[in-house]
């Protein structure tokens, strides 16, 4: 009998470590060729690793979230013969089964809202709980009360056996010096005036850990480093968008049989495309250790999306190349990938402004935070009908705020105000966002 050690292997793209995020052996299993014993996720992939060879598990190094070095050993295989103490047999490579997105704070509807494995659940380490409180118990106030004005008097142990049991102490008549209540009033009057009654509010002291590994790590590592790197700025104006809901309500009743069915996000979308031609530097990504601003003549959209495991962002690649029909397509088959997993790594990367919405459940104002290194992203908030002072009267009118935030130390407030008043003309005339260029 012989061993044979698998180490982390060398996922590519110079990673030199990678997230142990879930082991599907344990020691004393009996694996087979090509049986999966682990999954491990870098910056960029949720990766498989195989077993090259027939045997017993004999030992598993690292924890599920533990971060492991390229070439260290995570697993030893008892196998027949030498194994490989001399010369090793070469593994089968990592399979790469779910691509892990760039984050942002925000979601496309349901978000939901994922490249790590949606159907896998993080693990819960149970804690030690302490012993719960004695139940408390509803008030009993059918005996006669105390006259208007007299308090009860009685020992701190008795207010506290009477407070345990939900016993208002203004209807124990005492029997001790001054009307004192005694623990012996207070057994006759359970026993005699009331049955104590269970109330269903009950204390939970329950604590429960999760250890953040995995995608929803990767959404917290980008988070944290776009507000600390990146100085927002945000700004909030209203859209009126009545007339865009008419024309949208009236194209989906029209629409061919292969068209899809028309969101908002594809007109905002095209309303950014149009914005984009005359701030190009909003369709950027910044380098801020090098110093360099990349101004890009597409506008390569990412849209956020909500996955059970969090949030992705998929990337809507040359939106100024597609119409509305086109944006929404596309869209729609991006979210779908994102949320069964079949997304690909380039479907989650290259985006260069984002676009992010809370569906119907939008509220009134957000702070989105910039998926670095972009340097804009665009929010959207839910509609919501509001009176509007027109022609010396309040009409009824369907609005919708936009908020959205900027990189500070690239874009000034006045450039972020203008574009937003673009994309604002752009919805209210919606007639406009068909017309080239």
């Known amino acids: 009998m012989g061993v044979h050690t698998i180490k982390m292997p060398d996922v590519g793209e ?249 969101t908002l996000l594809p007109f905002i979308m095209r309303a950014m495309v149009k914005a984009l031609r005359t701030h190009p530097k909003l369709s950027a990504q910044y380098d801020d250790e090098a110093g360099i601003l990349r101004e890009f003549g597409a506008a390569h959209i990412g849209m956020a999306v909500q996955t059970a495991n969090g949030l992705m962002v998929a990337v809507v690649r040359n939106a100024e190349a597609r119409n509305i029909w086109g944006l929404a397509e596309e869209g729609r088959r991006l979210a779908a990938a994102a949320r069964d997993g079949t997304i690909t790594r380039k479907e989650l990367t290259g985006s260069t402004i984002t676009l992010t919405s809370l569906g119907s459940i939008g509220g009134i104002v957000s702070t989105p935070v910039i998926n670095s290194p972009e340097v804009a992203i665009v929010g959207v908030n839910k509609i919501a009908m509001r009176p509007v002072y027109q022609d010396g009267a309040f009409v009824p009118r369907k609005i919708m705020n936009l908020s959205s935030s900027f990189d500070h130390r690239i874009v000034d407030g006045w450039d972020a105000a203008e574009f937003i008043q673009h994309i604002r003309r752009s919805l209210e005339t919606p007639a406009t966002l068909f017309m080239e260029p």
Request: aromatic share 2%.
């Open 14 to 262: 110079g990673i030199t470590e990678a997230e142990i995020v879930e082991w599907n052996v344990s020691v004393g299993d009996t694996v087979r060729e090509d049986d999966v014993l682990a999954a491990v996720m870098t910056d960029k992939a949720t990766v498989e690793i195989p077993s090259p060879v027939e045997g017993k598990i004999v030992s598993i190094e690292g924890e599920v979230g533990q971060m492991t070095a390229v070439g260290s050993a995570i697993v030893t295989i008892e196998v027949e013969g030498e194994g490989n103490s001399g010369v090793e047999k070469t593994p089968p490579p990592p399979k790469p089964v779910r691509e892990s997105p760039k984050a942002v704070e925000a979601v496309e509807q349901p978000k939901e809202e994922p490249a790590a494995e949606p159907d896998r659940a993080e693990p819960t380490m149970p804690v030690s709980r302490p012993a719960p409180a004695a139940p408390r118990r509803a008030p009993i106030t059918n005996g006669p009360p105390r006259p208007e004005g007299e308090k009860p008097v009685a020992a701190p142990s008795v207010r506290k056996r009477a407070m345990d049991a939900g016993i208002e102490l203004v209807y124990v008549r005492g029997t001790g010096p001054a009307g004192r209540i005694l623990h012996e009033d207070l057994d006759a009057y359970i026993a005699g005036k009331a049955e104590p009654v269970t109330s269903s509010f009950q204390p939970n002291n329950t604590i429960t850990e999760t250890k953040v590994i995995g995608l929803r790590r990767k959404i917290a590592e980008r988070l944290q480093d776009a507000k600390q790197r990146i100085p927002h700025i945000t700004y909030v104006d209203e859209v009126d968008m009545t007339e865009l809901e008419e024309l949208r309500q009236h194209l989906n009743e029209t629409r061919q049989e292969h068209q899809p069915k028309l």
